[in-house]
């Protein structure tokens, strides 16, 4: 199983290798740390740009990626490679494909957004074109002394592709090790599409505690005896702060799908998962919708 | 370590820095390209006032006279850059023939003059853009703006900042963007040429010059000094076109695209400069009266003089943006060479070692994008209060500086190439005749200016201490640039002795081979 780490040689990249690292280790997967460059173009300048210059970027991006791939603990196998791509979402795209990869993973800390996950302009076009799970690592990620994951969190709702989710949080869970909390965000919302204007409080809880019950049964049959999985309903006026009455501690990861308006085999960022983004001290997994080949 | 292809990278473990763009550029794309680098409305608007100053009615003389040497020392680019694409322009290809002192000169000179044009494209995108917002608003005051030397320093250093900002993001211009720019220029350039001469055709032109061969004579009434300041403005009229000649990979057919792209480029260049300046000549003349071309208050904007008499009000508006949108996307791109260049001699240590650093985030030159703004500013507002017509003094010491560093990197591929030269004639053709006169030519053109450019008389009247100071800020230049070298030279030797670069460096490996040359390079730990 193969992981590919997008860097770069700033603060946010060495968030997102950190989590890698974690995800490695609970995983018993491989690392790829993956940088990539914009391609030698000529530019319209009436001095033509110092050709010597490209090598020049190349030679220090390999120095960059072998100083990460040194900083990385020698219990985990790591891999470096060196790309070209206009866009530097595209060119981990088609890394993943040429690697077979099952996952990307991303420091997602960009320009002075509020909330932990600011999310950067690489982050946010892999949100959009994704067909594999994108694992986003907030600021201060590579702070954390965690050094496997502690628990799965997946929070789920009742839109498509939350089958998906189920099904990739338990197996994730399974080879992990690690026990699932199951989150229902049927939260008492005007944008939840599960109300009805006409339905009292009391509607509405029950059809939350309902769908608590059944999705915690279908994860509990999945997955072994004994297998450590509770679920809670996040309660609250909003999502931001129905996530934030949850309990979280370092080592926790958290796995939210994309929403229906997602092309199939691509992420979108649905609006759950956006407003979640911006109050989540903890590392969060976006799944897409559909099974691909490859995923975990 | 693979790169993308999945190709093994050599030996020593460095990739091979070309990316996804190869095959992809054909004659034509190739060519809007040297156009494109050529910035022909910018370039027209800064050089006709200076050259008619100097030689009136023989500008068309002087733009074939220009034409020449450019075009031939153009072919020493493409030779060297054949031979070894992966490896520099000027500065390392010169190093690489005449050693480390002449290379540095060189490539000061390449830095000079990229921050001499950077100053006079924002100077000139803020004319226009002044030009434009008073027609669009028809505030005819705001034109004046740019002679209050406050306003003018002003807006010039945020365009200057913007510029160096988006520089720094790594942001660039799209291919479509480029084509779409040259288009707007050329057609725009042409409709005013051809309407210039149709008014001149129905005698509602001020002057209705009719058409003269003796101005394409450059042998006959010309005096030397005046001859040689033209031939410096027009020079500069041509630098930049030989970016097509290096296309190498990126062009369809290597062998045979970037000759045909230069020559087509080239050719409409050149045809469009004397289309334009006849045409301007017809209309208004060379006096000094009124819209003539000779008047002091036209010389450093001749667009803006003509474009409404002869375009009338929307045309004119046009063609302010057409100049003002050219200068703009030549600012934003002329960054990269800039800054790119100064990091190549910061990492072979011909610079201070802090210019080859690059962002990590954004993997574009960080701290030479910034000097680069900061002494283009620095430089535009010291002229600008040295000088009247800022504009033509340092056309002219542009000049110069590229008859110094075009001269030398021809000498250099007619030495570096010597012992090969005459095995086809091919190779004596380009790597020989071409270069060798071209060089001669420009090399000529330099030392005529140095005795020229002392008379102030030749350019804009300003002077130091009655020393013209158009031979401060080209030889001037030159001078500090050598004070500079020997500073270098006592404080980071390296490179002079040869270390980091000679002969036989081929591309450069890993900056680790700079400093310990002595020891091969690390095996990649793989």
Known sequence: MRLVVGYLATPSGEDGLALGAQLARSLGAQLDICMVLPPDRTVPARVPAETGYDDILASRAQRWLDEAKSSVPSDIDVDVHLSFHESFAQGLIDEVSRLGAQAIVVGAAGDGLLGRHSVGSVSTELLHSAHVPLALAPRGARHSSAKKIREVT?????????????????????????????????????????????????????????????????????LPEDFPVSVTIADGSSVESAVRTLDWQDGDLVMVGSSRLAQPHRLFLGSTAAKMLRVLPVPMVVVPKQEFENSE | MTNSEGAPASADGAVSAKGLATGAVGTFSGAILGISSVAPGYTLTASIGLIVAAVGLKMPAIFIAGFIPMFLTAYAYRELNSESPDCGASFTWSTKAFGPYVGWMCGWGMVIATIIVLSNLAAIAVQFFYLFIAKLFDAPSIADLPGNKFVNVGTTLVFIALATWIASRGITTSERLQVALVGFQMVLLIAFAVVALVHVGNGSAPAGLSFDLSWFNPFTGLALGAFVIGLTGSIFAFWGWDTCLTLGEESKNPKKTPGRAGLLCVATILLTYLLVSVAAMMYAGVGEDGLGLGNPDNSENVFGALADPVLGNWGGMLLFLAVFVSSVASLQTTFLPAARTMLAMGAYGAFPKKLAEVSPRFLVPSYATVVAGVVTAVFYTVVTFLSERTLLDTIAALGIMICWYYGITAFACVWYFRGRLFTSVRNAVFRFAFPL?????????????????????????????????????????????AVLMMIMRFSSPAFFRGETLNRDTSALRDEGDLTARSEPAPPSPR
């Open chain 1, 154 to 222: 997946c929070a789920l709702g009742t839109r498509t592709g939350a089958d998906v989710l189920l099904r990739t949080a338990v197996r994730t869970c399974e080879r992990m090790q690690t026990p699932l909390r199951l989150v229902s965000l049927v939260a008492l919302d005007p944008q939840n599409d599960l109300r009805d204007h006409r339905d009292t409080p009391d509607d509405i809880r029950d059809r939350a505690v309902a769908h608590a019950q059944s999705t915690l049964e279908a994860a509990k049959s999945a």
């Open chain 2, 437 to 481: 006169l071209g060089g001669l030519m420009l090399f000529a053109v330099f030392v005529i200016s140095i005795d020229e450019s002392m008379d102030p008389e030749n350019a804009s009247g300003a002077s130091i201490g009655g020393i013209g100071l158009v031979f401060f800020l080209g030889f001037g230049i030159l001078l500090l640039g």
